[in-house]
């Protein structure tokens, strides 16, 4: 696609500034009404949804004209997808596919960000996004993991970049791992030879780097036989799941998040949690789990002349309510001990962690400020912890943390079910 190729859309936007707001039918007071954090920390009509809409279809009838204040909308957005599911509660139009297009096409004419010009060469040069040297697979040494460029498995864990170089996110790696293996799971991991999954590539506009990323990955999988994949990290999900169906590489892999498969693992009996977590608990969903986990729709038509933005056959939408919200509930509710309170902006309209879209490495103030945003409603729960299940967040919520100065507490959803095993 490109950025012409939604001008109908870019066209639609009627400013009536739906894309900034949880919908007023579910707004349950003033606070933590917002539902996306460029508007909300900026507050200037630009920074929305459908701000950007409209610069993108001013661009389309007249021209790209690239501005230093332009590139400061562009680069500060998360990508998070809320503006376009909150818009799309009463419409029918792509507010996040022609963003992320306009993302794209700055990316095409040079007009890059250096912090995310410097990620990329870091993932063309060492294959990870996170600056990740030496062995990809050293986490796992004496843990007696299958090697699945080796040995032939039911099921290849994707382990992460992140996860699988972060010292203080290694945990995870090695908690996942342990949990599959009480199960009696028949399980391996690449290891050394993992690669990115191309996922934040996409989010900070580098197409082509991301379908590179993504055809090492299927390549490697076809070839070991593997059938099906779990990751731990949302954004892989994401990347897995429904980026790499909508370029026709996924075929019939089959994707599954932790949360998916342990919730599975708990229901067949397989996984027992028996010991109790005596923890007050909020969740957080994660953007690229939540709402843009939802699978990809594959859609081919025309539109029909006239005014009206009426296509044949019908368009169906995305609209993020079938993305990945129950699972990671049963398995926390599932754990003896553990109080659950939801917070107010829940499953498809919830806060972003700030991590997203290239503002973690462009822009870290303003992806802390919006993690701190998120501790604020955590926090007035009444819960004790902050569970989650994407490492991006929960690294994210951690440094938001240390600055304010709360107590909260973050767990990933897998140190909780470690806990209870």
Same mark, same amino acid.
């Given at each position: ?209 991301? /379908? ?30 429904? /980026? ?20 599975? /693992? ?156």
């Amino acid at each position: 696609m490109s950025l012409e190729q939604y001008a109908g859309d870019l066209a639609m936007c009627c400013r009536c500034s739906a894309c900034k707001f949880v919908p007023m039918q579910k707004v349950k007071g003033t606070d933590f009404s917002y539902v996306c954090p460029s508007i909300s920390r900026y507050n200037f009509h630009a920074y929305s949804g459908g701000g950007r809409v409209n610069i993108g279809n001013q661009a389309v009838k007249n021209g790209m004209n690239y501005t230093d204040r332009l590139l400061h909308v562009v680069y500060n957005c998360q990508l998070c997808g809320a503006c376009d599911t909150s818009c799309k509660y009463a419409m029918d139009m792509e507010v996040l596919e022609p963003i992320t297009e306009f993302r794209m096409k700055c990316i095409e004419d040079g007009k890059t960000n250096p912090a995310l010009e410097k990620a990329i060469a870091g993932l063309r040069k060492t294959g990870n996004m996170v600056g990740g040297l030496g062995k990809r697979g050293a986490w796992a040494a004496g843990l007696g993991i299958k090697d699945a460029t080796k040995e032939k498995v039911d099921v290849l864990f994707h382990v992460g970049c992140l996860t699988s170089f972060d010292p203080e996110m290694q945990k995870l790696a090695k908690t996942t791992a342990k949990i599959l293996q009480k199960a009696g799971v028949d399980f391996g991991i690449f290891g050394d030879a993992e690669t990115c999954c191309g996922g934040r590539a996409y989010q900070m506009g580098y197409k082509d780097d991301f /379908l590179a990323q993504a055809k090492k990955n299927m390549a490697m999988i076809k070839k070991a036989g593997v059938k099906t994949l779990v990751t731990g990290c949302a954004d892989g999900y994401q990347a897995f799941k429904v /980026l790499y169906d909508k370029f026709d590489l996924k075929g019939d892999l089959e994707v599954l998040h932790i949360s998916e498969y342990i919730a599975k /693992l708990v229901k067949s009996g397989k996984l027992k949690l028996k010991k109790k977590v005596d923890l007050s608990v909020t969740y957080h969903d994660p953007c690229r789990l939540g709402r843009q986990g939802e699978p990809w729709i594959h859609w081919s038509g025309k539109k029909i002349p006239g005014d009206r933005f009426v296509f044949d056959p019908p368009k169906e939408y995305r609209r993020g309510i079938y993305g990945v919200y129950e699972p990671p509930r049963d398995v926390i509710k599932a754990i003896p001990g553990i109080k659950f309170t939801e917070m107010t902006r829940i499953k498809e309209y919830s806060w972003c962690c700030g991590a997203g879209g290239g503002v973690n490495e462009s822009n870290p103030d303003f992806a802390t400020w919006t993690a701190q945003k998120r501790i604020e409603e955590a926090v007035a729960t009444g819960a004790e912890a902050l569970v989650t299940t994407c490492p991006w967040c929960e690294k994210t919520f951690n440094e938001a943390i240390k600055q304010s100065g709360s107590s909260l507490k973050v767990y990933d959803i897998v140190e909780l079910v470690e806990k209870a095993l």
